[in-house]
């Protein structure tokens, strides 16, 4: 403790070197903070995003068709069929799947009276709302009883509704023209923030059976979303489908499959990837600056010995080992720093702070990278303290009273 | 009579590449505990050389050294530390204080390496500037005290771990002749009291205040008397 109240007396004389010293360690600690923090901000904003799309989530696709040795885009192809979903639903080898969702989508024109929109209609059953989490903001989803009879009603994401309607206008009840034939809107989904090419609130929802049937004249499906019991099964579930599938599709080698099985769990694990790298480049980056403070830190120290000569010489001359030397110019570069890294923690918070009120992102600070910051700072303290106490604990007695 | 230091055959020579120059050929003496001792000599004598050998700040290059009933010529770094500590009150020219402390803190600082507990310290401190004649200047920060009182702060500070020797370097010679008049006072008592006093100078008038005075001249003892009467050592 003394030894503490003692570096602390001597590091005050000179206030201003002090203050500069620690401000390369303030800037270095502060930035790596607040850059990790927003790393993980925008990890975290993309992972609910995904999640917010369903969670344990599997989607079968059909696979490109062969047509005279040209593979068509995944999804295009007309292998999957009402009874595929049926059977994943029914069948007893298939033990990890809670709920199918069969779906059939297609881009086309969908018009009011006055305005018109190119948008995505989907063909669902009610399950596709309990898979996918859609929630409704205003009215109900697609019934079953709707699914049956064909009916014309139709959900709308809120940018369809915008792209269509005038601000305070209700459309519930009213009606669009999909393709020609009109609809009746029964219900409006609340947003999901999505953006891009797979736009979450860009689409019109209508009964599967009217898409088939009335809209688009098909009876295969564009896609089946399944939702896993739990989260450790989702290999298990992939299999099961994957092997019914092949059986009923006769099929004896998994590499002709003519569908494919999407984990969400995949893409969620491709996204963390590539975010994480990019919370470690922009910790590099700040890391830089942490080592340029410390390299600040050590030239002080070393001007400080420097000037100090006479002081280590008396100390040495009245008993002080150079176990004694070494630990005082230690702590006194230590304390720079950890003065320095607290601090540096504040504004670092303060700054990731005001970035994310900024971005409208989560506001992250994780307890690791504060702990991380704490034992990086108090290291680059020995580290970059190390040298110019040795320097101080090998003068010589002698030499060192005689400096001028 | 308990000799104190015994110096036997010391010599030191600096060696500057191929050049050597003899600081100290072949000096051999005894002082015993209650002396005090000038040892006094012109500039490039080799008396600071010696005073550094005696204060254990340096080590001989061939002889024996021998403080306090401990051999003192082959010690590391480290264990050279803890018999100046120990065994040996320092008493500079510069008075070498630590700037911006008090005196209390000042007096204290030996202690602190010996790891004496705080409370100890203190009323140790405070004992021997009393000793000093400065009970109302404890507070003090060096900087705030006149060269007579630093000098007194550094007899204090000397005498903290009450060592077996108070070597004193010039210890007037960066002090007015007054106040260089009370410092010699303070040895005299202290002498008088037990201590034994070892002083390195080149003026005879500061000498005299020895009970026994030591001439070097050219890295050799050349004389080794009492104060007033000294007598040439036969060879």
Redesign the interface.
């Known amino acids: 403790m003394?030894i503490i109240s003692e570096a602390v007396q001597t590091l005050t004389?000179n206030k201003l070197r002090t203050g500069l010293a620690t401000l390369g360690i303030v800037i270095g600690i502060g930035s790596v903070i607040a850059l990790v923090s927003l790393g993980q901000a925008s990890q975290q904003a993309v992972q609910s995003q995904i999640q917010s799309l369903g969670s344990n989530l599997l989607t079968v696709q059909p696979a490109g068709q062969n047509q005279g040795g040209v593979r068509g885009a995944a999804g295009g192809g007309t292998t999957l069929t009402m009874e595929d979903a049926e059977a994943i639903k029914n069948s007893p080898q298939i033990t990890t799947i809670n709920k199918v969702s069969p779906e059939y989508s297609s881009r086309t024109q969908v018009t009011t009276g006055r305005a018109n929109t190119n948008t995505q209609i989907m063909g669902v059953t009610p399950t596709y709302a309990d898979i996918r989490k859609v929630t409704m903001a205003q009215g109900n989803f697609i019934s079953e009883q709707q699914v049956n009879s064909i009916a014309k009603v139709a959900v709308l994401g809120p940018t369809v509704v915008t792209n269509l309607f005038d601000e305070g206008v209700s459309p519930i009840g009213q009606t669009v023209r999909i393709s020609g034939q009109t609809f009746i809107i029964i219900g409006i989904t609340t947003s999901k923030g999505g953006t891009g090419f797979q736009n979450q609130d860009d689409v019109v929802w209508v009964p599967l059976t009217t898409a088939q049937k009335q809209l688009f004249g098909a009876d295969h499906l564009t896609s089946i979303a399944l939702e896993a019991k739990s989260g450790d099964v989702m290999v298990d579930a992939q299999n099961e489908v994957g092997y019914l599938l092949l059986a009923r599709h006769k099929l004896n080698d998994p590499a002709q499959a003519n569908f494919s099985i999407f984990n969400q769990q995949d893409i969620l694990n491709t996204v963390n990837q590539v975010t994480g790298t990019f919370t470690t480049l922009l910790a590099g980056v700040a890391a830089i600056s942490l080592l340029v403070g410390g390299i600040g830190i050590m030239n002080i120290m070393l001007v400080t010995v420097t000037e100090r000569t006479?002081?280590i010489g008396?100390?040495?001359?009245?008993?002080?080992?150079?176990?004694?030397i070494i630990t005082q110019f230690l702590i006194e570069s230590i304390i720079l720093t950890f003065a320095g890294g607290i601090i540096g923690i504040g504004v670092g918070i303060f700054a990731s702070f005001l970035i994310t009120n900024f971005t409208n992102s989560p506001f992250v600070i994780s307890p690791n990278s504060i702990l991380l910051a704490f034992l990086v700072s108090a290291g680059i303290g020995i580290l970059f303290g190390w040298y110019p106490a040795q320097k101080a604990a090998n003068l010589q007695?002698?030499e060192a009273?005689r400096y001028e | 009579m308990y000799a104190i230091i015994q110096a036997t055959h010391l010599s030191k020579v600096y060696r500057t590449g191929a050049v050597e120059t003899v600081a100290l050929a072949d000096v051999s003496f005894e002082i015993n505990k209650g002396e005090f001792v000038a040892i006094m000599g012109p500039s490039g004598s080799g008396k600071s050389t010696l005073m550094?050998i005696l204060?254990a700040?340096?080590t001989p290059t061939n002889g024996e050294y021998v403080l306090d009933g401990q051999s003192v010529s082959k010690l590391n770094?480290?264990e050279l530390?803890?018999i100046?500590?120990?065994k040996i009150g320092?008493v500079?020219q510069s008075f070498?204080l630590?700037p911006?402390r008090t005196a209390l803190q000042n007096v204290m600082?030996?202690m602190?390496?010996?790891d004496i507990p705080?409370e100890g310290r203190l009323e140790k401190a405070k004992k021997y500037l009393k000793m000093v004649g400065l009970e109302d200047r404890m507070e003090h920060t060096s900087n705030q005290l006149s060269g007579g009182q630093q000098q007194r702060v550094a007899i204090a500070?000397g005498l903290a771990?009450n060592p077996a020797i108070l070597l004193a370097d010039e210890p007037t010679g960066n002090i007015a002749s007054v106040q260089a008049e009370e410092i010699m006072a303070i040895f005299q008592n202290l002498n008088e009291e037990g201590h034994t006093i070892v002083m390195i100078t080149h003026e005879l008038d500061i000498a005299k205040h020895a009970k026994r005075i030591i001439h070097i001249k050219d890295g050799k003892v050349v004389g080794d008397g009492n104060g007033h009467k000294r007598r040439k050592v036969k060879k």
């Open positions: 003394e004389i006479r002081e008396l100390r040495k001359a009245l008993g002080a080992k150079k176990k004694v007695p002698i009273l | 550094h204060g700040l340096d770094d480290d530390a803890e100046r500590n120990k320092f500079f070498n630590l911006r600082l030996p602190t390496y010996a705080k500070r771990m």
